[in-house]
């Protein structure tokens, strides 16, 4: 089982050992950032470039960085990225904008485990009609 945990910067960064965790959890999915193009070396991710997007994410005002821990022991096994509010006034529901599980638990069901518990968090919210970006 996971449990979800926003990310909060301390002093404006991320903390060492979850960036650590994001790192390995980015880097081990090469073909997702082949595809995005959002790394310049999808086989070789740093902590630097995963700082920077997480940050990307954090700066605007209505997203959440969700971290998807093992419940068991702590470990990280995914994130999700959503926004609450879409910046189109046409599009009124909150969006799971990136679902990413760490590439050695791939085909185990966590992303689909992912975004129930993102879902659930959302409607505790009274948000309603989750859309996956």
């Known amino acids: 089982?996971?449990?979800?945990?926003?990310?909060?910067?301390?002093?404006?960064?991320?903390?060492?050992?979850?960036?650590?965790?994001?790192?390995?959890?980015?880097?081990?999915?090469p073909g997702f950032h082949r595809a995005t193009g959002d790394f310049p070396d999808p086989g070789s991710v740093t902590p630097e470039q995963v700082a920077s997007s997480v940050n990307a994410e954090l700066a605007h005002p209505a997203a959440e960085v969700l971290l998807a821990r093992d419940d068991a022991d702590g470990s990280l096994a995914g994130l999700a990225v959503t926004l609450a509010e879409h910046p189109d006034p046409l599009d009124p529901f909150p969006w799971i904008g990136l679902l990413m599980v760490h590439g050695g638990r791939h085909r185990s069901g966590l992303g689909r485990e992912i975004a129930g518990l993102v879902e659930e968090r959302l409607r505790a919210r009274g948000r309603d009609g989750v859309r996956l970006a």
């Not at 945990?5 to 965790?21: F, H, M, N, Q």
């Open 1 to 29: 089982m996971l449990v979800l945990e926003p990310l909060v910067p301390v002093d404006g960064s991320l903390p060492p050992g979850v960036l650590a965790g994001l790192t390995e959890v980015y880097a081990s999915n």
